[in-house]
């Protein structure tokens, strides 16, 4: 099946720094979605970008299909942005998930 | 809406029993899948429904486990016969299933420890 790997693994920041979150998937794909995984477990939906840029708030990705990878940008970070980012690609009918980055945004 | 719903959030066994889990989609969404997630990993697909029929179905799911929807609307997942290596959490998702747009949303989950 198909490799999504995610990077980097693990990220601290201290609040109100910016990152950036990569995916890369090794075949073409025809839906691509950014997560949040709060400490509760929920995952919660940030962005439907199989392609292009998209922004919502303080939150941007991008996609770029034709060279198989995903970016997260993640501007004057909160600590409530900590938690768990997955990104999730569909080639087919099935989804795969990456690893995911772990986030932990410090006061 | 009131987005997809689970029940139970947690679920306690002992191994060789049989559990079953529900999943509630968002109204009018005709697309449903269910996930497993371990410690340290993302979701794993299981399976996924179309309205009532049951599309495609992953290896990882053994003959132990079956899924329904039967009209459509909620979805159940059956494990019969646990064991510790199904200790998990089950993740239900549903989307419109729209070409242009096929956003997934999920549910809480049901936590599921086999003793």
């Known amino acids: 099946g198909i490799q999504v790997e995610q990077s980097p693994p693990d990220l601290i920041l201290q609040e109100g720094a910016n990152s950036t979150l990569r995916c890369n998937f090794s075949d073409s794909v025809n839906n691509l979605q950014w997560f949040h995984q709060n400490p509760w477990g929920q995952l919660i939906n940030l962005f439907y970008?199989?392609?292009g840029t998209k922004q919502n708030g303080r939150l941007s990705a991008t996609t770029v299909a034709t060279e198989r990878y995903s970016l997260l940008y993640i501007s004057s970070s909160q600590t409530t942005d900590s938690g768990v980012y997955f990104c999730?690609?569909?080639?087919?009918?099935?989804?795969?998930f990456g690893t995911g980055t772990s986030l932990t945004v410090i006061p | 809406d009131t987005g997809v719903s689970q029940d139970p959030r947690h679920k306690i066994t002992k191994r060789g029993q049989n559990v079953t889990f529900r999943c509630d989609p968002i109204?009018?969404?005709?697309?449903l899948y269910w996930y497993r997630q371990t410690l340290g990993q993302g979701p794993e697909f299981l399976t996924y429904f179309q309205n009532e029929a049951q599309l495609e179905k992953s290896r990882l799911l053994s003959d132990r486990f079956s899924a329904e929807r039967p009209k459509g609307s909620f979805s159940t997942l059956e494990i019969q016969r646990t064991e510790q290596g199904d200790s998990a959490m089950y993740l239900c998702a549903s989307s419109l299933g729209q070409a242009s747009t096929d956003t997934q949303y999920f549910g809480p989950g049901t936590r599921l420890t086999v003793l």
């Open positions: 999730a690609v569909r080639p087919g009918n099935q989804f795969y």
């Open positions: 109204s009018e969404h005709n697309r």
């Open positions: 970008i199989p392609s």
